[in-house]
């Protein structure tokens, strides 16, 4: 894992690829918990009988819930540790290709995009690419925009 304490750091890694993260298995007690506090409960995430009988044979997680892996999925490629606060500022180009069934396994690739200067302090962007394992197509693409406070 790789951790930045300072901005130089961070300026200096702009473009680089900052490695993959390790698997992580979505399973249907995630997913159920995952409807219940966003209350979506669409057949397609939590009726095992119904999905398996629906277009992908059986139940997938909720594309925010594969996004909202990001924070979870990115310790073990990086940590940032300035010395101001951070906040999670939005998302850009966010895309769902494929959907992921539950019982399969995920990871993160992060790429260190942008830091540019923003009246707080710094802008930072990290494009993710969230794959399935086994699967050519990735289920999730994401800038990622965090706000470093100075």
């Known amino acids: 894992m790789r951790t930045f304490t300072d901005i130089d750091q961070l300026a200096a890694a702009v473009g680089e690829e900052l490695g993959t993260s390790d698997w992580f298995e979505v399973t249907q007690e995630r997913v159920d918990q995952f409807a219940d506090a966003t209350d979506d409960h669409q057949w397609i995430h939590v009726d095992r009988e119904r999905a398996a009988q629906g277009p992908f044979g059986g139940t997938i997680a909720h594309g925010y819930m594969t996004v909202s892996l990001i924070p979870a999925l990115s310790q073990s490629i ?27 396994r995920v990871r993160a690739h992060a790429t260190l995009a942008e830091l540019a200067d923003v009246p707080a302090g710094k802008q930072l962007v990290v494009r993710y690419t969230i794959e399935i394992e086994g699967q050519d197509k990735p289920a999730c693409v994401a800038e990622t925009v965090v706000l470093l406070f100075s």
Request: proline share 15%; no cysteine.
């Open 78 to 104: 990086f940590s940032v540790e300035t010395d101001g606060p951070r906040l999670n500022y939005g998302l850009n180009k966010v895309r769902f290709p494929n959907p992921v069934p539950v019982g399969s």
